[in-house]
């Protein structure tokens, strides 16, 4: 059973960065498609971004294309999201999912088969 760990949310102001890690615990990521998801309260799932395990795909929704990118760090088979220029509406908990899928295909709105618990981004003054 593959499980996920995200890390690197906390509270930034608007206009700041930060870098979300995902991790498997005893496995490596390197077969799986990798989905970022958020969730605000009172609204729904949002699939914001994915790469392939073969790394040359990736896609973003329209509403972080430009200020967030995904991109894998083999060396340590984590998955990271650099989240720019931050807003208030990107305050939500952050998911990371994992599919085996073909190699050089990712699907931002799924399915995943394995979720990490979720960490947190509060963008705030």
């Known amino acids: 059973q593959l499980q996920l760990v995200e890390s690197g949310g906390g509270l930034v102001q608007p206009g700041g960065s930060l870098r979300l890690s995902c991790a498997a615990s005893g496995h490596t990521l390197d077969y799986y498609a990798i989905g970022w998801f958020r969730q605000a309260p009172g609204k729904e799932r949002e699939g914001i971004s994915c790469v392939s395990a073969s790394n040359d795909t990736t896609s973003y929704a329209d509403s972080v294309k430009g200020r967030f990118t995904i991109f894998r760090d083999n060396a340590k088979s984590t998955v990271l999201l650099q989240m720019n220029s931050l807003k208030p509406e990107d305050t939500a908990v952050y998911y990371c999912?994992?599919?085996?899928?073909?190699?050089?295909?990712?699907?931002?709105?799924?399915?995943?088969?394995?979720w990490g618990q979720g960490t947190q981004v509060t963008v705030s003054s």
């Open positions: 999912a994992a599919a085996r899928t073909l190699f050089t295909h990712c699907a931002r709105d799924g399915p995943y088969a394995f």
